[in-house]
């Protein structure tokens, strides 16, 4: 028999979103809301190593968050040139993803800025500036698509289009979008908390590597050409969403 005693401590902090919102030119399709999200957040200090004690997150989640900040001043920028969205999109950089996507969860749960039934699309960054060793190409160019199909095919062929007519031309790589891939990464960054409510999403990540919540994840070993490409990509989905006639249609059964 194996007796033992856990202890358990629960605590409340306070932390914060950090949204960002352009509003749209059209006076009727700018209360429709495209969202671009990444998480802000990381695993801190962890006292208990030797020498660098220092969790820096450069791609868990920098890559997303400046990512995420780029495509706001391409957007900024096409509003003051006279260009901007038709729908409005909000900028949302959450906390607490690393401690059970909870920034993410009090925005869908408990108090959704824009209404739900008004997000046509979340485009969510989580991890974009690294090399997964076990990509089985051995090529760089390449980035995760999860989600996508699973709540809306045009959205997923949206993205697969744009990669094409904007000579972005990454490697698309749909090896973890389906709901039985044992690493579950569909539901493992914030984009889960809209893919839930129906909302359909793309999860743009480049995988796990050596240095995942480890203090050697540093900024100088960050893929900025590929990350770069990959932003411009996103954009594109984000500007296309933002701006057909018709918000990409609902086909699937997402989660359920
Ligand atoms: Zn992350």
Redesign the pocket.
């Known amino acids: 028999m194996v007796e033992s005693d856990v202890a358990m401590e629960t605590f409340e902090a306070p932390t914060e979103n950090v949204l960002a919102f352009i509003e749209g030119s059209d006076p009727v399709l700018k209360n429709e809301i495209v969202v671009v999200s990444s998480?802000y957040d990381h695993i801190g200090i962890d006292p208990l190593r030797d020498g660098d004690t220092i969790n820096n997150g450069a791609d868990?989640?920098g890559s997303g968050t400046v990512t995420t900040l780029e495509i706001a001043e391409a957007f900024m920028q096409a509003q003051r040139d006279g260009y901007g969205p038709r729908r409005s999109v909000l900028f949302l950089n959450v906390s607490g993803?690393?401690k059970g996507l909870l920034g993410s969860a009090y925005y869908a749960d408990v108090e959704p800025t824009f209404p739900l039934d008004k997000t046509v699309t979340n485009l969510n960054i989580?991890?974009i500036g690294r090399y997964d060793p076990s990509h089985p190409t051995g090529s760089k160019n390449y980035v995760y698509i999860i989600g996508s199909n699973l709540i809306s095919q045009e959205l997923h062929d949206i993205n697969v289009r744009l990669n094409e007519v904007t000579g972005t031309d990454l490697e698309l790589d749909e090896r973890y979008n389906s709901k039985d891939d044992p690493n579950r990464f569909y539901a493992r960054?914030d984009h889960w908390n809209f893919g839930k409510h129906g909302v359909p999403f793309i999860f743009f990540f480049t995988g796990t590597h050596e240095d995942y919540h480890q203090p050697g994840d540093e900024a100088h070993k960050i893929e900025y050409d590929r990350m770069a490409r990959i932003a411009r990509l996103i954009f594109a989905t984000a500007w296309q969403a933002a701006n057909q006639d018709a918000p990409p249609v609902v086909s699937g059964k997402g989660f359920n």
Request: proline share 0%; no cysteine.
């Open positions: 998480h868990d989640d993803e690393e989580d991890m960054s």
